[in-house]
């Protein structure tokens, strides 16, 4: 069984984050292993309160991790603080984490805020250099970029613009364009680069908490078993199309996918 470690923060509600991250690995048939950043009071409707965690309290849930139980992927998600940051950089590097996924949590899809000020830059100089695939949504792109998303050319520039100060390869997800749910992978590696579309139909479906916790995640389970890159992206794709269309409904507010479709469709 292939193990797969998630550094990310806690969602009460279940639907993204570490609980949304563990789901994923299961339905994949990983070991999943957690390292919590912050404690996130949170439901469909909002983020209602953020309890950040010591930096060597994270440290050592990542040394206890890696001396033990070896991970064979590391998907990173909200990290919150530039302290954290540089805690789970030092740690990954010291440990020679491989196959590492970082979704650069900014925004959580409800609208709260999940990056502090001070920590973007730090995201930017320690943690990405360290990835092999970072999965920004258009609003993040945005922010690594410097200027507005709003077609499939401005996806390549982005990507493009990101690339030039970074040696991993880059997926930018394009659910928030109008046009077109279609996703742009920016392969880099020691082989050179090359240019993917992966085509996508808009679901008519407004729960799409913890979409982008889950996409990293499958992706992280996929390496992890051995997939390439190109791969390992068109399968999580799949399986959060299909967690999303099966059309689970809960909360007020934008709920969470059905990260145990395949699982529950023989018995609904």
Excluded at 87 to 101: D, E, G, P, R, T
Excluded at 148 to 159: K, N, P, T, Y
Excluded at 188 to 207: A, C, H, L, M, R
Aim: hydrophobic share 40%; aromatic share 6%; proline share 3%.
């Amino acid at each position: 069984m292939k193990k797969v470690l998630s550094i990310a923060g806690s969602d009460c509600s279940g639907g993204a984050g570490i609980q949304a991250d563990i789901k994923t690995m299961i339905a994949h048939g990983s070991y999943g292993m957690s390292v919590i950043t912050v404690l996130t009071a949170q439901n469909t409707t909002g983020v209602y309160g953020i309890a950040e965690l010591e930096s060597s309290f994270v440290e050592n849930q990542i040394d206890c991790v890696f001396t033990d139980i070896f991970p064979d992927a590391v998907k990173i998600g909200m990290v919150y603080s530039a302290e954290i940051i540089s805690s789970i950089a030092n740690q990954l590097k010291q440990h020679q984490a491989k196959n590492i996924v970082l979704d650069p949590v900014m925004v959580a899809t409800s609208g709260g805020r999940l990056l502090s000020d001070d920590s973007i830059e730090a995201l930017k100089t320690e943690l990405m250099p360290l990835a092999d695939l970072i999965t920004p949504n258009i609003p993040e792109a945005e922010c690594l970029c410097g200027f507005g998303i709003h077609s499939r050319l401005d996806m390549v520039r982005a990507a493009k613009k990101i690339a030039a100060s970074y040696a991993g390869s880059i997926l930018i997800k394009g659910g928030h364009l109008f046009e077109s749910a279609d996703d742009f992978l920016l392969i880099q590696d020691q082989t050179g680069s090359e240019e993917v579309w992966f085509p996508g139909v808009k679901i008519d479906n407004p729960n799409t908490h913890g979409t982008g916790c889950t996409l990293s995640s499958a992706i992280a389970c996929n390496l992890a078993a051995g997939d390439k890159l190109k791969v390992a992206v068109k399968k999580a794709k799949a399986y959060v199309s299909g967690a999303l269309s099966a059309n689970l409904d809960l909360g007020k507010g934008s709920g969470p996918l059905d990260h145990g479709f395949e699982l529950t469709r023989g018995s609904k």
